[in-house]
């Protein structure tokens, strides 16, 4: 049996499925032994800078570790050299997103992109799970890599690059033979963290749309929320239940009721200003939904051309036209356990881990 570590200090949602299902998955082929350091998702400047400085003084951190597996939210230069205990383990570094593909430039984002660099750097192995997420993060590096006045050492972007690989996050959900139902009212859900980078203001601009045309619609938000939400979703909110299109309202806590959810509806709608897989969006496929999404981010990679649009009125015209005509079947085996799991096991493999 390998001793594999996980570190995510920065356990939100997406990153605790991801990091629950990949540690169960590994746990399941008998030949690791899995161990969990767990942050919760609060305070993002301060756990994002700090979280080195708690990691190291860990007392679980002083075991004897194979392997660690850490999300890119770890500032892995600074723990390992804090920590003399992870000098010598070998470290996969998995990027669930990265810092240079946000949108606007939010304060003390410099630091994370510089400290980011840093972690790549320090990891044996970067994965990313999404060719989108592995692209901009190499653009971004090399952007501000060639902004710093001197000093810079040649072939830093090229390093990362070379080891590095994408490993999607696997769905471990089975995906429906056929889509659901497309009928009126059009039933639309809308699932994602109630922030600004989920562009609420899109959907408040689609909504309004929707309604100048009198289209027969319903639209459900979900997702998780936090104690401000922007004024968007307020007004969204107020919008639907003014015009009696509002469908189910907030954050579902249960899985199974969620995924119950999701197959009561024809659309799974984003309006995400940056996306690096998109989580959201493949489950509600799985669950028989059509996606409707930004023409661009990671959807591109599996979301077919004539479901993205460009601007409001153009994924307007998708939910009015587009959607009720639509029949080519969306394939995402490949963001499934039985190509993901090979995967991991042969990232592990080439730093060096094997199974006694």
């Not at 995400?272 to 897989?277: I, S, V």
């Not at 587009?322 to 080519?328: G, H, K, L, R, V």
Request: one cysteine or more; hydrophobic letters at 40%.
């Amino acid at each position: 049996m390998k001793n594999l570590l996980l570190l995510s200090p920065f356990d939100g949602l997406s990153h605790r499925f991801w990091r629950e299902h990949l540690g169960t998955w590994l746990e399941g082929q008998g030949d690791y032994r899995i161990r969990h350091i767990a942050l919760p998702a609060r305070h993002f400047a301060w756990r994002h800078r700090g979280n080195s400085l708690g990691y190291a003084r860990h007392p679980d951190i002083a075991e004897s570790w194979d392997l660690v597996i850490a999300t890119s939210m770890t500032d892995l230069s600074a723990l390992r050299g804090m920590s003399r205990w992870m000098r010598d383990v070998p470290v996969i570094l998995y990027f669930h997103e990265n810092q240079f593909a946000y949108p606007g430039q939010a304060l003390g984002s410099l630091e994370r992109q510089v400290t980011s660099i840093y972690s790549a750097l320090s990891a044996d192995e970067v994965v990313f799970n999404s060719e989108f997420n592995r692209r901009t993060f190499l653009e971004g590096a090399a952007r501000l890599l060639s902004s710093m006045p001197d000093e810079v050492p040649p072939g830093v972007v090229n390093e990362i690059s070379d080891k590095s690989s994408v490993i999607t996050v696997a769905l471990g959900l089975e995906q429906q033979a056929v889509f659901n139902a497309v009928e009126r009212p059009l039933r639309i859900i809308w699932n994602h963290r109630w922030e600004h980078d989920k562009g609420p203001e899109r959907s408040l601009g689609i909504v309004e749309k929707l309604i100048e045309r009198e289209q027969d619609f319903v639209l459900s938000l979900v997702g998780g929320q936090f104690r401000e939400q922007p004024q968007a979703m307020t007004e969204t909110i107020k919008l639907l239940r003014a015009h009696q299109r509002l469908g189910h309202l907030g954050f579902v806590e249960s899985r199974d009721e969620y995924l119950s959810l999701l197959r009561q509806h024809a659309v799974v709608l984003s309006t995400a200003l940056h996306e690096f897989q998109g989580l959201s969006v493949m489950e509600g496929i799985c669950c028989g939904c059509l996606p409707v999404t930004p023409n661009g981010l990671s959807y591109v990679e599996y979301v077919p051309e004539a479901l993205r649009y460009r601007d409001e009125e153009e994924a307007v015209e998708i939910l009015t036209n587009t959607i009720a005509a639509y029949s080519t079947p969306i394939d995402l085996k490949d963001y499934q356990w039985q190509q993901v799991g090979p995967a991991w096991l042969s990232r592990i493999r080439s730093t060096g881990i094997r199974p006694r």
